[in-house]
């Protein structure tokens, strides 16, 4: 079956930085996406890593290992605003996105 | 300023009863999805639509009905609620099928059945 797993729940410092880890197991693999969802709100879209490596984008990072079916995404200098559950998602064979439950940051002062 | 609606933001139906929640984007893209939503669990897929006038099931997609008879409209239709379709239902939509594009995801809607 297919799978993605990441952490529920995360706490973090003001000013810190986090990784939120993401493994995933599928049927076939076109690409990593994250994804930011604030409360009641809708996801929004953040990064895409398709190759291995890292993807640099302000403040957020993301980071791929195909051979080892694993993400990262590094969040640095983490602001209040940044309190939202991390959503990984794989895109299988099919061009479908299949979703993990996603990862709760609470950032604390 | 484009993107996608969905209508209603929530709502309270008593199970039996037909519900169709509506979803329109101006984005002029091909694909759409409807997605639910529940605690603990990833976004699940319910059914997709490739292009205007073609639809495809998903992961979920008993219960549920869907038309695309227009490229900014994607409807789904519940015919006869049960209380396990209580969920936070979100439309999206992508540039083009069966690609990488990246998915927009409407503000959702809140569906309750008792």
């Known amino acids: 079956g297919q799978n993605i797993d990441q952490p529920t729940e995360m706490t973090a410092t003001e000013g810190a930085i986090v990784q939120i880890n993401c493994t995933y197991q599928t049927s076939g693999f076109n690409g990593l996406f994250w994804y930011q969802q604030h409360a009641g709100e809708a996801p929004t879209f953040l990064s895409y890593n398709v190759l291995d490596g890292l993807e640099e984008k302000g403040r957020f990072s993301s980071f791929l290992s195909r051979s080892k079916g694993y993400s990262y995404l590094l969040l640095k200098e983490l602001q209040m605003k940044d309190s939202a559950s991390y959503l990984c998602a794989v895109m299988d064979s099919n061009y479908q996105l299949i979703w993990g439950a996603g990862t709760k940051l609470i950032i604390k002062p | 300023i484009a993107g996608i609606t969905q209508a209603p933001t929530s709502q309270i139906l008593a199970a039996g009863r037909r519900m169709t929640l509506r979803c329109t984007q101006d984005?002029?893209?091909?694909?759409m999805y409807w997605y639910r939503q529940d605690l603990g669990l990833g976004l699940r897929l319910i059914h997709y639509?490739?292009?205007?006038?073609?639809?495809g099931k998903g992961e979920v997609p008993d219960g549920y009905s869907v038309s695309r008879a227009n490229t900014d409209d994607f409807p789904l239709t519940l015919a006869s609620a049960v209380p396990s379709q209580t969920s936070v239902y979100f439309c999206?939509?992508?540039?083009?099928?069966?690609?990488?594009?990246?998915?927009?995801f409407g503000p959702g809607t809140r569906l309750t059945v008792l």
């Open positions: 999206a939509s992508s540039e083009a099928e069966s690609s990488t594009d990246t998915q927009y």
């Open positions: 984005m002029r893209h091909n694909a």
């Open positions: 639509s490739n292009t205007a006038g073609t639809t």
